[in-house]
């Protein structure tokens, strides 16, 4: 009889992680439970919170997976990947310093959780690498492909663009297919103690938001002042950095105009931040850069549902691949916010085709 399929899942303490084990215990895999330690050990013994602040990488967090697995009676082990965590922290300083507002999410999920994870999983001899993202892997004779989750509101797939396509088909998302509401019922179910644990901050090294604080912390020299201007280049005040600020903001910028402003172009060679009506945010489209494909590369023009950051409404554009691994997505309306630094992710239905970096907007 052929063996169980030998699978590694990410436990990272909360519900969604300790769900997907349970569904997998169930299901009759061989599961073996791991917690990243992204945090200095030290500060994790001393039951503080590390570098990626509460609901991720605590002490606590890991004692809430090792005690689901052990309800589940799988082996767990805990490896410590700061200084791979850390490498994620110091291009979320980077690219704020250069104006730009990224997502260290897709890169945590690409270098780490289906990077050093799946190194983790080849050295023991497993067979694929699961978490408690919503999401959903669908396999087809033609390969593995990644849709979105059944629940919308909670959909992650944006944040997953980067896997190699090559490893879905060794990818596992055992919560992909369950609304929020039915992961808890069924943590509640099995006794779980996690099944009302409060969900983790969007970025978990920066609890509170604030984070400008961090880039000062890490780039103090970054925060030079320059001018803010308005649509016409009149200087209308001045700024405190440009790390402070990123497209869209409308708190926070310290100048008043008689009606409200936010950032429509942050430009970090002339350190200087334009502001204009909400009406003046609107693009026509992008660029994108270091595109990948979980398809086929198209060879021209093609139709796709755009989304532009995390809890953007996808919107129908065409996309257009260009020289250079990169495409022009010309959205069918214009969009608000076209963030330099976000990911541009795009969809047919609910599958992914790809996604890339934005560069640049297009008026």
Known sequence: MKPPEHVVVAMSG??????????????????TGLFMRLGHPTVEAA??????G??????GDAADARFVAGRLEIPFFALNFH???DRIIEYFVDEYTQGRTPNPCILCNEFLKFGRLFDYARAIGADAVATGHYARIDATANGANLHRAVDQAKDQSYVLFGLRRDLLGRIRFPIGHLTKDQVRRHAERLGLPVHDKPDSSDICFVPDRDYSRLVRERRPSAFVP???????????GRHEGIPSYTVGQRRGLGIAMGSPMYVTAIDPEANRITLGPKMALLRAGLIASRVRWLTDEPADVVRADVQIRYAHQA??????????NRVCVRFDMPQPAV???????????DRVLGGGWIDASLC
């Open 315 to 324: 919107t129908p554009a065409t996309v257009e691949p260009l020289s250079g």
């Open 83 to 85: 200084d791979d965590f």
């Open 339 to 349: 963030t330099p630094g976000q990911a541009a992710v795009f969809y047919q239905g």
């Open 54 to 59: 509460k609901g991720c990488c605590s002490a």
């Open 14 to 31: 909360g519900v969604d992680s300790s769900v997907a084990a349970s569904i997998l215990v169930e299901q009759g895999f061989s599961v």
């Open 226 to 236: 320059g001018d803010v201007v308005d649509a016409d280049d009149r200087i209308v």
């Open 47 to 52: 039951e503080a919170d590390g570098p990626c």
